[in-house]
């Protein structure tokens, strides 16, 4: 396995987390109030971040290198640690 492909996965997995948590608070009772229209436009714009960073992905790997897969790969593997204490937080 390439670090492309674990960098795609990974991003998967953050797309996923990211519209759970979306779905979690657009379909809630949250949303009625100020604070939860702001949540549910933050994870929203997580959600879209994730769908960009699949598709550059799949848009660098077939132009570079893993010098810089990895680099991605760190990255985006902070923003699903992220969105996974998000996810704990919404589960509670």
Do not use: C, N
Request: net charge positive.
């Amino acid at each position: 396995m390439s670090f492309w492909s674990l960098e795609i996965a990974v991003s998967v997995v953050g797309l996923a987390l990211a519209a759970y948590v979306f779905s979690f608070y657009y379909g809630s009772g949250v949303r009625r109030t100020s604070i939860g229209r702001k949540l549910t436009a933050a994870v929203g714009v997580f959600t879209a971040q994730m769908l960009v960073t699949i598709a550059l992905s799949l848009y660098l790997a077939r132009r570079f290198s893993a010098d810089v897969a990895v680099p991605m790969l760190v990255i985006t593997a902070l923003e699903v640690v992220g969105l996974t204490l998000i996810t704990l937080a919404v589960r509670e």
